[in-house]
Nanobody, 121 residues
Framework: QEQLVESGGGLVQAGGSLRLSCAAS????????MAWYRQAPGKQRELVAT???????NYADSVLGRFTISRDYAKNTVYLQMNSLKPEDTAVYYCNAVIKTTWNTPFTTYWGRGTQVTVSS
């Protein structure tokens, strides 16, 4: 059973930093794009950052210059380093990955259960 497990969330003061991790496990033949999304209370889930297998990265304008996404191919893990955190970064952060479980199956998108990030002012 393929799964994504996030860790590293918590409570931090404005201006502080946190590092999120997301490990993919299970039957993984190929791990393609990985990404972080977030959802604040009363708002829609939004894309924060993506990293391809290349790897190339993309960021939401709201986090550009403050957040850095990276991945460890050997560990099937994606990270999100968050610096200069602001209260508006408060949200549940979700890991997302596109995985191929065997050579002849299509790529499928998987989601983690989320980790809470709270930034106090």
């Amino acid at each position: 059973q393929e799964q994504l497990v996030e860790s590293g969330g918590g409570l931090v003061q404005a201006g502080g930093s946190l590092r999120l991790s997301c490990a993919a496990s299970g039957s993984i033949f190929s791990l393609n794009r990985m990404a972080w999304y977030r959802q604040a209370p009363g708002k829609q889930r939004e894309l924060v950052a993506t990293i391809s297998s290349g790897p190339s990265t993309n960021y939401a304008d709201s986090v550009l210059g403050r957040f850095t996404i990276s991945r460890d191919y050997a560990k099937n893990t994606v990270y999100l380093q968050m610096n200069s955190l602001k209260p508006e970064d408060t949200a549940v952060y979700y890991c997302n990955a596109v995985i191929k479980t065997t050579w002849n199956t299509p790529f499928t998108t998987y989601w983690g259960r989320g980790t809470q990030v709270t930034v106090s002012s």
